[in-house]
């Protein structure tokens, strides 16, 4: 299928890009409903680990983990430390390779 898209992007006219529409992508689309659907209606499992990741995405746990990164900076000796500043840009001259500050 990805092949046959390629070959419809690089044709000089739009018969092959308006097949592969038209005739090649439904055709797969409904394949892969139709396997798809037969595989749930089987045996569907629901996603084991979904309580897992609710829990660890919320509030709760965001801000112990924020909690303990802070407390891991603040151990660091003052050379250690990491600036938590968002990086600048930089403009470099071609001619001479040199770096120049953007806000200059």
Partial sequence: ??????????ALDSNALEEWHRYTLPGFLERLRYRLKAHCDQDHQPWPARSRHVRHTGDGHAKRRRQAFDGD????????????????LKLLNPDTGELLDCHD
């Fill in 73 to 88: 900076v603040q151990h660091l000796s003052p050379s250690e430390q990491i600036t938590l500043t968002r990086p600048r």
């Fill in 1 to 10: 299928m990805a092949d046959q898209r390629r070959r419809a992007s690089v």
